[in-house]
């Protein structure tokens, strides 16, 4: 049981006490509550990928993944060119929390409200696959912001923002959920 409330995780994001000095901002779409909460849970891995954050240049980095802790903590550097809404599926996960940082392209992130799977869980994969009929809610992903998906999250990632978007170079985080 989480002892944030509404205002208080949202104190606590703005005091950007999790950082680790990591300049990049958390997008206000993210649940502060559930955020405070999972940091809490689980500090350690929180402030691992913080500080490994904080003291990597994205650019440099390689495609492919890279792990912090084995079974708990890793980030997959991804490069892609994003695709239409429509060719872009919702997802969701049950085991690991996305960071989504996308430190080059134009693309959008977008949060789905009243969703139906179209596949069954992939515990290999950690993902379910979902489709709406109701609008999707999207942020713009730049170098300034990062997103945070939980488990009830389901969220739209790299989705072009423009007709013509360039090649996208994007960090996602995966973090241990604690129940």
């Known amino acids: 049981m989480s002892?944030?409330?509404?205002?208080s995780a949202k104190a606590w994001v703005e005091s950007r006490q999790?950082?680790?000095?990591?300049?990049?901002?958390?997008d206000p779409s993210i649940d502060a509550v559930e955020f405070a909460t999972q940091y809490e849970k689980n500090k350690e891995i929180w402030d691992k990928l913080f500080k490994f954050l904080?003291?990597?240049d994205p650019t440099t980095l390689e495609k492919g993944k890279i792990v912090l802790e084995e079974g708990r903590l890793w980030i997959n550097v991804l490069e892609?060119?994003?695709k239409?809404?429509?060719?872009?599926?919702?997802?969701?996960?049950?085991?690991?929390?996305?960071?989504?940082y996308t430190f080059e392209g134009d693309e959008l992130m977008g949060v789905a409200g009243n969703v139906t799977p179209i596949n069954d869980y992939d515990p290999v994969k950690d993902r379910t696959n979902y489709?709406?009929?109701?609008?999707?809610?999207?942020?713009?992903?730049?170098?300034?912001?990062f997103f945070l998906y939980f488990p009830k999250d389901?969220?739209?990632?790299?989705?072009?923002?423009?007709?013509n978007p360039r090649v996208?170079?994007?960090?996602?985080?995966k973090i241990e959920y604690i129940k």
Not at 168 to 173: D, P
């Open 3 to 7: 002892n944030f409330t509404p205002q």
């Open 154 to 163: 389901m969220h739209q990632p790299s989705v072009r923002s423009v007709d």
């Open 80 to 82: 892609y060119t994003p």
């Open 84 to 100: 239409s809404a429509e060719e872009t599926k919702i997802e969701a996960h049950k085991l690991f929390i996305d960071l989504q």
């Open 18 to 26: 999790w950082a680790n000095g990591w300049q990049c901002q958390a």
């Open 54 to 56: 904080a003291e990597t």
């Open 131 to 145: 489709k709406t009929d109701e609008e999707i809610v999207y942020s713009p992903a730049d170098p300034g912001r």
């Open 168 to 173: 996208s170079r994007k960090i996602v985080g």
